[in-house]
């Protein structure tokens, strides 16, 4: 049985590869297409935006004048297009796929709110193989004591307006964690001057900003005289897209709650 998905921001450059990827996946099934009211191309229809033969849904402005209940919502946008998202759709019933990044506490806490009556997948990278990093890095964070430190260095392409990127601040709160610190309390982004000698209290974070890197996420774990170092690299958007498609696939049946890629992947 194919799976009835909404995208929103589809447009965008993750919106195209998830409408891509879904109309090769004949368990997939587009029902609307969202992108922001004053887009000049409302109203046209989607395949012909991609590059692809008419398939007879149109880009819209407006969630609800799409089937929301019976579908899946893919949410790769910017944070205020998600929380406005949130607001239209505010004691209504769907299930929700949220790949966006950038979000603040009260954004966290809407999407909170949003899962305690609806279904929801929350997670800041789609990809298998991020999701293993995340374990990874718990696993090898876990075992390791405070002589090792841990540093955590991202790099993305000069669009991107988010700095950490949502998967480095997952890493991050990952590392905190096992030094029994919250993200705000260990994370030291960047250093720069005279900072005195390293803390064993920390964890480094630093963010690359060039050309047209899809996403390059490294964990060096730092110890004297050795070191370990946990490295993914994204070579293709498409690897995002075909994990919220996975992830949509999936929340299409599940009861309200927050959910995370571990979820769906069965970690």
């Known amino acids: 049985m194919a799976t009835d998905i909404i995208i929103n921001g589809a447009l965008g450059k993750m919106g195209k590869e998830i409408l891509l990827c879904a109309l090769e996946d004949r368990n997939m099934r587009i029902t609307g297409c969202l992108e922001y009211p004053a887009h000049p191309s409302i109203g046209k229809d989607i395949g012909p935006l991609i590059g692809r033969e008419p398939v007879n849904v149109l880009l819209s402005d407006s969630v609800e004048k799409s089937p929301f209940e019976s579908s899946v919502i893919i949410d790769f946008s910017v944070p205020a297009a998600t929380s406005l998202l949130l607001q239209k759709l505010s004691g209504k019933h769907t299930a929700l796929v949220i790949a966006t ?39 090898v964070a876990s075992k390791l004591n405070e002589d090792f430190d841990i540093e955590i260095i991202e790099a993305h392409h000069r669009f991107k307006k988010d700095a950490p990127s949502g998967t480095a601040k997952k890493l991050g709160e990952i590392a905190a964690a096992s030094l029994g610190l ?56 498409s690897t995002l897209a075909r994990g919220a498609i996975t992830a949509a696939k999936w929340v299409s049946n599940r009861k309200s709650g927050l959910y995370s890629m571990r979820d769906v992947l069965g970690f």
């Open 182 to 237: 919250s993200y705000d309390q260990a994370i030291k982004n960047g250093r720069a001057g005279i900072v005195g000698e390293r803390t064993k209290k920390e964890v480094g974070m630093h963010a690359v900003r060039g050309g047209d890197i899809v996403g390059d996420h490294t964990v060096l774990f730092a110890g004297l005289g050795e070191r370990i170092e946990l490295k993914h690299v994204v070579h293709s958007r």
């Open 101 to 139: 990044t950038g979000f603040d506490k009260n954004g966290v806490a809407a999407i909170e709110d949003f899962s305690r009556s609806n279904p929801v997948v929350f997670s800041p990278n789609m990809s298998l193989g991020v999701n293993i990093l995340f374990y990874l890095t718990e696993l």
